[in-house]
């Protein structure tokens, strides 16, 4: 059982920056294709950013430029590091995990990312 736990949420101004991590435990993280979705009040949750095993990432065309995706396998975290943020990136951050042996997918509980001045 994969567990993940998000952290770094908060409030921000237009044109400010946050750094969101998800910690990993349960499984290698070298053995996990992570991402980073969002939920703001009255949408559908959608894909912010994905990292594979490898790498390669992949960015929702709204946040292309501004929102970067990283992972580091020996410390069991990924990261997402948010500049020029604006109010429309208000939302709900949860931390998804696709496990490459089981297929499983997992969550963590999400952190609030607010933007506003």
């Known amino acids: 059982q994969v567990q993940l736990v998000e952290s770094g949420g908060g409030l921000v101004q237009p044109g400010g920056s946050l750094r969101l991590s998800c910690a990993a435990s349960g499984s290698l993280l070298s053995n996990l294709i992570m991402g980073w979705y969002r939920q703001a009040p009255g949408n559908q949750r959608e894909m912010v950013a994905l990292i594979s095993t490898g790498g390669s990432t992949v960015y929702a065309d709204s946040v292309k430029g501004r929102l970067t995706i990283s992972r580091d396998n020996a410390k069991d975290t990924v990261y997402l590091v948010m500049n020029s943020l604006k109010p429309e990136d208000t939302a709900v951050y949860y931390c998804?995990?696709?496990?490459?042996?089981?297929?499983?997918?997992?969550w963590g509980q999400g952190t609030q990312v607010t933007v506003s001045s």
């Open positions: 998804n995990a696709e496990s490459i042996v089981s297929r499983k997918l997992y």
